[in-house]
């Protein structure tokens, strides 16, 4: 004879029921415990079966509901869940990926859907709907998140914690105040998140969040992301300034800022999970999980605290050699299946000048601004002619170009113009 019992653990649950055997066959009776009459008459039970009633079904509910009982007093999560108030909601979202409540997972995500795409309030109340779009406008404009707000970044957090999947149409109204948890989210869909993805970029975002969409995007060559990497796109351009007997060849790089900021903490409330954006798969001594793998993979990483912030997507650490615009130039040549060397335009480029007059220098720079135009339309009719921007698109598109004078000159030093302003002219 063997038993099998329930504990209070979801995961651990097993069929309430015994087996055994007798004459060579097994035969399941009720759960021990339970008087003899009472046993006798569950076997086999004329009502039950005619209604094809399963033990093991009937056990396997029974478990649901007794890890939901077997919570600690102290800790009501399947209670607070059900509140209005966005406060015992958050906790009850925290005591839900604390406890790994996965029955639950239904309430957490009755706290994220938005009122916007609730039949509910369509129907009976637009009027709510106004108050809600006005405190989502208000959330992204102070960068402070209302309470109800708060409760949904928190069942945000324990939904990616519990690996659940939420319906894009309840993810959409948060782009802009959790674009990270969004990402995250969306990334593990089973529906075709591609325009939600291609929405995230709409709004301010880093270097990693364009990787993560990119490597996300580009295996299946959406359109969509080809006309974003063409905005991304950037080129960085040096005229160096040489005296007619110098050597050419110089060089530089520069470096942006990763700049965090502190939010002021919410007294009384759990500490809950913030998510940043970083470049790679980490190592084993860092607690990061793989968003979008490709040449350049993406991880998050969760930060516990009291701030209720989305950060993710404000701060990067782009540098020379690594920045939003080099990665547009590669998701682009795999567009265009070739090499980046290959392409018409380059992302870093240079020009080398020998100085001899004011005139000469000018139309020199002007010339080499607008060759660099005309090559980004090359690229852009390259793209149009695979399909993946319309003619109109391609002629409509303008290139992002950065430029500046290094005066390496070792005499002869005459003040040379600001050719910042060069490129601020209309194309010709």
């Known amino acids: 004879m063997r038993r099998r019992i329930c504990t209070t653990g979801l995961l651990a649950c097993r069929p309430l029921v015994q087996v055994v055997k007798t004459r060579g066959r097994a035969q399941r009776t009720p759960p021990f415990g339970l008087p003899r009459d009472a046993r006798n008459s569950f076997v086999g039970r004329p009502i039950l079966a005619a209604a094809g009633f399963q033990p093991a079904l009937f056990a396997s509910f029974f478990c649901i509901a007794g890890a939901l009982f077997a919570q600690p007093p102290d800790k009501p999560a399947d209670q607070w869940i059900h509140s209005p108030e966005p406060l015992k909601q958050a906790w009850a979202a925290h005591w839900i990926a604390e406890q790994k409540l996965t029955a639950l997972i239904p309430e957490l995500l009755r706290v994220v859907e938005s009122p916007e795409t609730s039949a509910d309030v369509v129907a009976t109340d637009t009027a709510a709907a106004s108050v809600v779009a006005t405190d989502v406008a208000a959330d992204v404009a102070t960068g402070i998140a209302s309470d109800a707000s708060a409760a949904k970044f928190a069942a945000l957090d324990t939904l990616i914690q519990l690996n659940a999947e939420v319906p894009l149409r309840d993810l959409e109204p948060l782009a802009d105040r959790f674009p990270t948890d969004v990402l995250i989210l969306a990334s593990r869909s089973s529906e075709d998140a591609s325009a939600l993805l291609l929405k995230l970029l709409d709004r301010q ?177 390259q793209l149009a002619a695979r399909g993946y921007l319309t003619v109109d698109e391609a002629s409509k598109a303008r290139l992002n170009l950065r430029i500046q004078a290094a005066d390496v000159r070792t005499h002869d030093r005459t003040p040379l113009p600001f050719i910042n302003d060069w490129v601020k002219d209309p194309p010709l």
């Not at 980490?282 to 968003?291: F, S």
């Not at 290959?342 to 007059?357: E, F, G, I, N």
Request: charged share 25%; aromatic share 10%; net charge negative.
């Open 205 to 381: 975002h880093n270097r990693e969040a364009f990787i993560a969409v990119g490597d996300l995007l580009t295996p299946k060559r959406n359109a969509g992301f080809a006309k974003d990497a063409m905005k991304e796109f950037c080129q960085s351009a040096t005229v160096y300034v040489f005296n007619p007997d110098q050597p050419r060849g110089m060089g530089e790089g520069w470096a942006g800022d990763m700049l965090g900021k502190t939010d002021p903490p919410r007294a009384d409330w759990p500490d809950t999970g913030s998510y940043r954006l970083a470049p790679g798969t980490g190592n084993r001594r860092q607690a990061w999980t793989l968003l979008a793998d490709g040449p350049h993979p993406v991880s998050f990483v969760r930060t516990a605290n009291k701030g209720y912030t989305d950060h993710g997507f404000d701060f990067s650490g782009d540098e020379s050699g690594n920045n939003s615009c080099l990665r547009a130039e590669e998701f682009l040549a795999q567009y265009l299946e070739t090499s980046t060397s290959q392409l018409p335009v380059r992302a870093d480029t240079k020009l080398d000048l020998a100085w001899t007059s004011p005139e000469a220098f000018e139309a020199a720079v002007r010339g080499f601004i607008a060759e660099q135009r005309v090559r980004y339309a090359s690229l852009g009719g």
